[in-house]
């Protein structure tokens, strides 16, 4: 089992000026005790479900950027970008970039984006849900057709490209994976069958073996093997204190129902420090957790 890290929190002791420093020591914290990914989310305003709007929130690929130049290993991507906020052709060409100045550590994770609180006070569109997931598919086959060699047009329902020019190509052999965000299970679901290299699933155990039972039945459809499909899910625990033993039972829990990979979340104000002793010492006990697979 793979240890990824995400950061939603940038609310950090000494305000604006520490936010740079504290994400550099996260990065290269993370970096020394083996997460394999970090992720941003893809937000504007800080999520009104968990914390004030107010609250500090960096724009997403500027900030993963920054962390791939401070870094060496660690890949890096969003979890997940809204497909809402960038033009197709505009996003596969910022991942391309990320990707080829990283040395090819980027990755696409992408949503049907849910915020309408930060679209309407940044004055962007959002248009209602079944036309968000249209748009979703539209832009995963734009991302394709760019990293491929055909620079020919695209024609969607939503998106019309004249020519699907990308220059220079990802280094990221044959492409950046391409994460796909959220449980549904109708929608979200058949497009992580048909176009996903990874899924980042929501709840317990029982939740998540459920979802991937729905999964299983979308890839019978499009004919994929689900076992070409990384699963990922966060760990919930305390964001300051955090427990090792239920860290490693929730672990165990997810592995045995088909997770590849958990999540640390450390939101706190020393996410660094929680890094090296908590997660850290545990690193070694996930590589020894047996993963089922998609079942």
Not at 134 to 142: H, T
Not at 164 to 181: E, K, M, N, Q, Y
């Amino acid at each position: 089992m793979h240890l990824d890290l995400h950061v939603p929190r940038f609310t950090w002791p000494g305000g604006p000026a520490s936010i740079g420093p504290t994400v550099t020591a996260v990065a290269q914290a993370a970096e020394a005790i083996g997460v394999r990914i970090l992720s941003f989310m893809d937000h504007w305003f800080q999520m009104d479900r968990m914390w004030p709007a107010e609250e500090p929130m960096l724009e997403g690929y500027t900030a993963l950027g920054f962390v791939a130049a401070k870094t060496e290993r660690l890949r890096v991507r969003l979890l997940v970008g809204g497909v809402t906020y960038r033009y197709p052709g505009l996003l596969a060409k910022t991942v391309t970039t990320l990707d080829v100045l990283s040395a090819g550590r980027a990755e696409l994770g992408i949503g049907a984006a849910w915020y309408e609180r930060e679209h309407l006070g940044l004055g962007v569109p959002f248009p209602p849900l079944a036309e968000r997931f249209e748009r979703l598919e539209e832009a995963i086959q734009i991302c394709l057709q760019m990293w491929s060699d055909d620079n020919g047009p695209y024609n969607g329902k939503h998106y019309q490209l004249a020519e699907t020019l990308c220059s220079p190509l990802p280094v990221s052999a044959p492409r950046p994976r391409i994460l796909i965000g959220g449980s549904g299970e109708r929608k979200t679901l058949r497009l992580v069958a048909q176009y996903a290299d990874a899924c980042n699933l929501f709840g317990d155990a029982n939740v998540i073996d459920h979802k991937l039972a729905v999964l299983r039945r979308h890839c019978d459809d499009v004919g994929r093997d689900p076992a070409e499909i990384e699963v990922t899910a966060l760990i919930m625990v305390p964001d300051d204190s955090p427990s090792g033993d239920d860290i490693l039972r929730q672990a165990t829990a997810l592995a045995a129902v088909g997770v590849h990979t958990v999540m640390a979340r450390p939101s706190g104000e020393d996410p660094q420090r929680t890094l090296h002793e908590v997660w850290g010492p545990l690193v070694p006990r996930f590589a020894e957790i047996a993963t089922s697979g998609v079942r």
